[in-house]
C-alpha cells in the first residue's frame, strides 16, 4: 500500500459545481497535512494546511479524518481557473520534516 | 525575485552524460529538499538538507546521483552516467525550521531529458 493514495481523476466537473478529493494516508503516527496546487507545467503550490478541526478558505474547505486516515478538499462554486492538479502531502512529524506526495488528483472545470 | 531559483530550466543530454542542477532556496531557509516528478505522479522525496548537513536520503537516490549543500544556501544535484529512466522535472523546495513542518516553496523545476 501506498503511504499516500489519491484518486488521479480526471474530475470532470461544470462551473458552479461543488467537488470533493480524497487522499489517504497509511501512517497513523501521520502530524501534518496539506493541499498543493499544481498548474500544467508549473511547480507544486500550497493551497492550505488541513487542521485537526477543519480550515476553511473562501470556496474551499480542508478536512481531516484520522480516524479514517483521510483528508478531504471540497470546492464549492467552481471556477474555470481552478482546473488544475490538486496534491496532498502528508509529514509523519516526530522530526521527520519531509513531506510525503499523492500522486494528485486532476480537476477540470468546463463551461 | 525572492522565491525558489532553478538552473537550467530544461537539459537534453545524452544517455551516459553527466548533469548537474542548482538550486537556490529562499534566503532564510534552512531546509532544502529535492524532489522528482514524473508525468502523471506526484512529487517523489530524493534527499533533504538541513543547512549543509544532508539528513536523508531516499532509496531512489542511487549512487548515480549526489547532492551537495556546501555553505547551507545553494545546493547541486549531480546525475552521472545518465540513464533515459532519469528523463524527469527534478523540483527543488525549501522551507524554514519556524513554520509548520510540510509547507514548502518550491521552485519551477529543472527538466531532464536524456535521450
Known amino acids: 500500500r501506498k503511504e499516500v493514495e489519491q484518486d488521479p481523476g480526471p474530475f470532470n466537473v461544470p462551473e458552479g459545481a461543488t467537488v470533493a478529493f480524497n487522499c489517504t494516508y497509511s501512517?497513523?503516527?501521520?502530524?501534518?497535512f496539506f493541499w498543493y496546487r499544481q498548474d500544467c507545467r508549473k511547480e507544486p503550490k500550497l493551497l492550505m494546511s488541513?487542521?485537526?478541526s477543519g480550515n476553511e478558505d473562501g470556496r474551499f474547505t480542508a478536512q481531516l479524518n484520522r480516524a479514517s486516515q483521510y483528508i478531504s478538499l471540497l470546492i464549492r462554486d467552481s471556477k474555470l481557473s481552478d482546473s488544475a492538479t490538486y496534491l496532498c502531502a502528508v509529514n509523519i512529524g516526530g522530526g521527520s520534516y519531509i513531506p510525503t506526495f499523492g500522486r494528485g488528483t486532476s480537476l477540470i472545470v468546463h463551461p | 525575485d525572492t522565491g525558489v531559483s532553478q538552473d537550467p530550466r530544461h537539459k537534453i543530454t545524452k544517455r551516459g552524460q553527466n548533469v548537474t542542477f542548482r538550486c537556490d532556496p529562499i534566503s532564510e531557509h534552512n531546509r532544502l529538499y529535492w524532489y522528482r516528478q514524473t508525468l502523471g505522479q506526484g512529487p517523489e522525496f530524493l534527499t533533504y538538507f538541513q543547512n549543509e548537513a544532508q539528513l536523508e536520503k531516499s532509496r531512489l537516490l542511487s549512487d548515480r546521483f549526489s547532492a551537495e549543500r556546501p555553505k547551507g544556501s545553494f545546493s547541486t544535484l549531480e546525475i552521472q552516467r545518465t540513464e533515459q529512466g532519469d528523463s524527469a522535472m527534478y523540483l527543488c523546495?525549501?522551507?524554514?525550521?519556524?513554520?509548520?513542518?510540510?509547507?514548502?516553496?518550491f521552485g519551477e523545476g529543472s527538466r531532464l531529458t536524456v535521450l
Open positions: 501512517n497513523s503516527a501521520s502530524q501534518s
Open positions: 488541513v487542521y485537526s
Open positions: 523546495a525549501s522551507s524554514s525550521g519556524q513554520e509548520n513542518t510540510g509547507e514548502l516553496f
